[in-house]
């Protein structure tokens, strides 16, 4: 038992070292998977919606024209070292910061979640996908990637239940919708047809 308590192997885990990073998902009874088995992006079909979560890139201390996006009180006029200052922050008499007042601080490092992202390419051999505009969080950090709690009503149904069993081949190597995505494009190729659909 010492020996496995100082390798990490603990029976928490099945067995498994303890991994970089953990996360928990809610599950009834009747989805629990057994221990051990491992979820991939074979979970995930393409047209899917997802919630992404993840931690906001750390920006450090800001003020309220980065951090808020204030206009800020201009460079002429005799203002002096005043241009990127909140001004008045209006507490009326109160002797005291009211609760929420958009003030320097911290910006960033916070945890977040993008609801209804839409999968638009997904290579399962290669094991990564393609979502419909940005997420949050550095390059290389951890996303959680859930089913869409808003679209479950519409892709309820096409969702695979408790997750993909079965052979990764039967999937498919590269799975796209070609009026939306293509590999084969270059970058002038994917901005026009962006443009167009647009316009439309």
Not at 14 to 28: I, L, M, R, T
Not at 87 to 106: D, E, F, W
Not at 183 to 191: L, M, V
Request: charged share 25%; net charge positive; aromatic share 12%.
């Amino acid at each position: 038992e010492k020996s496995r308590q100082s390798s990490g192997i603990n029976a928490e885990y099945g067995g498994q070292v303890p991994k970089e990073a953990e996360h928990d998902f809610n599950v009834s009874k009747d989805l629990v998977l057994p221990i051990n088995y491992k979820l991939d992006i074979s979970h995930f079909f393409v047209g899917q919606y997802l919630d992404i979560s993840g931690t906001t890139v750390n920006r450090g201390f800001q003020g309220v024209m980065r951090r808020w996006g204030h206009k800020g009180q201009g460079y002429c006029y005799g203002r002096t070292k005043t241009h990127r200052r909140p001004g008045s922050i209006s507490t009326q008499g109160l002797a005291r910061v009211l609760k929420g007042r958009k003030m320097p601080g911290i910006m960033g490092n916070r945890d977040r979640t993008w609801e209804d992202k839409q999968i638009l390419y997904a290579n399962y051999e290669k094991k990564y996908i393609l979502v419909d505009g940005h997420v949050m969080g550095v390059v290389g950090c951890y996303l959680f990637l859930r089913d869409s709690a808003r679209m479950d009503p519409i892709q309820g149904p096409l969702l695979h239940y408790p997750t993909f069993v079965g052979e990764a081949g039967a999937l498919g190597t590269e799975v796209y919708d070609s009026s939306v995505v293509d590999p084969t494009w270059d970058f002038q190729t994917a901005y026009d047809n962006r443009i167009d659909r647009l316009r439309c």
